[in-house]
């Protein structure tokens, strides 16, 4: 928001008038806040023992779904955008009937994110991980996306696609287990965003679909899961020191919200 004085410059004009608000940028904030509010609301809800036992298999694919991460601001120059996010994990209920899964996966999760863009609109981006062990769990992935961004008069807008698929070894079922987790993602979202001196809000909406297995090393079982899901997501990017930092909320079907923190360095 940003506060403004009328001024005369002649001789023996009057004081300045009062702090006048442009009706404009206060509206831009205000739904900007109001879309957060909205995303972190919780309305969890009561599930049956099959529901909750799915519903921890895609919860983990939902958290390492490959979100925007970003304002989709159009970029003047051919330019490559190198960044770090890190995705924190939220609290879960990982209790099934009446037995606790005994998850506990890092509090963190971080990932290298790679984007080319293109002064007439064009992304494509790419995120990988290595299978390197951390807290004794190894999650290894590979993800792709593809948008295109445009100006919409004072506003901003891409459409994307993405893909990712991963695989997470760790004690997911019992402690000291190597038990084998997979995920399958895919789907596409809208944002639009304004900028706003040197930050930009930006909000929107996606769908997608996710296929799971489970392969559980005590019993040999294999559990699998598929859902079609969708998600709301709002946030701001701002430049600062010549770093493009991001916080975007997401929020996925009625039982799921968390947010990711983003840096990149353009060039």
Known sequence: MELTRQASASFGAGPPGPPRLRPRRVALWLASLLLLGLLCADRAQAVTFLEQAERLQVINAFLLDLRPGQAPVPVTAPTLDLGVELLPQPSINTKVGSKEEPIDTPPVVPRVRLRFLWPWGLMLGATANPPVPVLGFTATWLGAEAGLRTALGPLHGELRLFTMQATVLGPITE?????????ANRGSDV????????????????????????????????????????YWLAGVSAELAGWLLTFEQNRTEDFLYHFLLGASLRF
């Open 175 to 183: 402690r000291e287990a190597q038990d084998e987790f997979r995920m």
């Open 191 to 230: 944002r639009l965003g304004a900028v706003l001196g040197p930050v930009s809000a930006y909000a929107g909406v996606g769908r997608g679909s996710t296929d799971t297995e489970l392969h559980v090393e005590a019993d040999g079982a294999l559990l699998t899961a598929s859902q079609d899901y969708g």
